[in-house]
Nanobody, 125 residues
């Protein structure tokens, strides 16, 4: 079992930046693909970004491409999502997810095994 916790959300003005983090604990010794998803009010949860175990491959949704960077720190068992040039439409609850031996470009919500509880990001105009 892996537990995921996402501190770091908050309120930011449009055009600002925010870095989300996802700390993993428990059985973290395997090769996990990590992903970020988000869910805006009244909408379905959608893919945001993913990074493979070796951090050699990342993939982003078109909506955040060029404005966001996903990275990981193995020493801290933590994955980050740096978001820049934030827009009001980025307002959502952001979730971290993990998949053991998930490979690369893992974009499907159902493909992930473990989920955090989410953190609220609100972008004001």
């Amino acid at each position: 079992q892996v537990q995921l916790v996402e501190p770091g959300g908050g309120l930011v003005q449009a055009g600002g930046s925010l870095r989300l983090s996802c700390a993993a604990s428990g059985h973290t010794s395997g090769s996990y693909t990590m992903g970020w998803f988000r869910q805006a009010p009244g909408k379905e949860r959608e893919f945001v970004a993913t990074i493979n175990w070796s951090a050699s491959s990342t993939y982003y949704a078109d909506s955040v491409k060029g404005r966001s960077t996903i990275s990981r720190d193995y020493t801290k068992n933590t994955v980050y999502l740096q978001m820049n040039s934030l827009k009001p439409e980025d307002t959502a609850v952001y979730y971290c997810a993990a998949k053991l031996y998930g490979g690369t470009w893992l974009r499907g919500e159902r493909e992930y095994d473990y989920w955090g509880r989410g953190t609220q990001v609100t972008v004001s105009s």
